[in-house]
């Protein structure tokens, strides 16, 4: 038995699942997520918790019964508390600015990169080096995150650039000094 899979997933005050054959959709303070699991996982709402099981022991079965169980207790999670992610722009005149639900970042290049927010997602700026992107859906908060990342990666010999706030990068040293032949 999945040790994930068979755990009940307990839903907060608030929070209103419904069950509609193999649809499931969660309504919370956050927003609304719906998402069609496999239609061979058993979801069952029991008063205030949902349960997933699976029809036998087969490996598709055993594989996406933790996987049903986490993404649909994801949702209930999204929808009640929402998800964070924060980044960190690093280096001289790096900076990210924003502008209604446009991301404005000066990140070296010898123009501004534009990012517009996407539906479900809130971008904050509460310093010119942090963003923080936020939303209900995990999978599209770190999507996007993934994203904006992206312009412009952390480099191993400075550190400039964009990167998670808990990334550790790590550091090269440069050429070796005089020397040679």
């Not at 040790?3 to 419904?18: E, F, N, T």
């Not at 996987?67 to 964070?84: C, D, H, P, S």
């Not at 650039?161 to 550790?168: F, P, S, W």
């Amino acid at each position: 038995m999945s040790r994930i899979g068979k755990l009940p997933i307990v839903i907060p005050a608030g929070v209103d699942v419904s069950i509609d054959g193999s649809t499931v959709t969660v309504k919370g303070p956050k927003g609304e997520l719906s998402r069609t699991v496999h239609s061979n996982m058993i979801v069952e709402k029991d008063g205030a918790t949902v349960t997933v099981k699976r029809p036998d022991d087969t490996k598709i079965n055993r594989s996406l019964h933790g996987l049903t169980r986490t993404l649909i207790a994801n949702m209930v999670y999204g929808v009640n508390e929402g998800f964070k992610k924060e980044l960190e722009i690093n280096g001289v005149g790096y900076r990210a600015a924003k502008q209604g639900n446009q991301l404005v970042m000066n990140i070296g290049y010898s123009h501004q990169v534009f990012m517009d927010e996407p539906e479900g997602i809130t971008i904050e700026v509460p310093a010119p080096n942090k963003i923080v992107v936020l939303g209900a859906d995990k999978q599209k908060v770190g999507q996007f995150a993934a994203e904006i990342r992206e312009k412009r990666p952390p480099e191993p010999y400075k550190g400039k650039g964009i990167k998670y706030a808990d990334e550790v990068i790590r550091r090269k040293e440069g050429k070796a000094g005089k020397g040679g032949k």
